[in-house]
């Protein structure tokens, strides 16, 4: 059975930082583009961070651009993004998605989701 698993969500302080990882087991990852969603509550689940399948293509959304980091280590069959100097506003469940190799922005086009990890930001 195909399927992501995330990790690496909890409490941080303002201008914190945390690592999330996008596990896959059931498929080879190395094939997909992931993409790191979240949804805070009471808002729609927005785009975050992509990455292509080779790598060599990554994209962020306006809000955390120079502040995430998105990876792939295809050996590990597992996708990261770091978030360094986290806002309040960062709070939200971040769920990974994956579709073969090619980002795309919509989530609609994801085959493979993980069940979600919270991230919160908070003193």
């Known amino acids: 059975q195909p399927q992501l698993v995330e990790s690496g969500g909890g409490l941080v302080q303002p201008g914190g930082s945390l690592r999330l990882s996008c596990t896959a087991s059931?498929?080879?990852?190395?094939?997909?583009?992931v993409h790191w969603f979240r949804q805070a509550p009471g808002k729609e689940r927005e785009g975050v961070s992509c990455i292509s399948w080779s790598g060599g293509r990554i994209y962020y959304s306006d809000s955390v651009k120079g502040r995430f980091t998105i990876s792939r280590d295809n050996a590990k069959n597992t996708v990261y993004l770091q978030m360094n100097i986290l806002k309040p506003e960062d709070t939200a469940v971040y769920y990974c998605?994956?579709?073969?190799?090619?980002?795309?922005?919509?989530?609609?086009?994801?085959?493979?989701w993980g069940q979600g990890t919270q991230v919160t930001v908070s003193s």
């Open positions: 059931g498929f080879t990852l190395k094939h997909y583009a």
């Open positions: 998605a994956a579709r073969p190799f090619v980002v795309r922005t919509t989530p609609d086009e994801y085959d493979y």
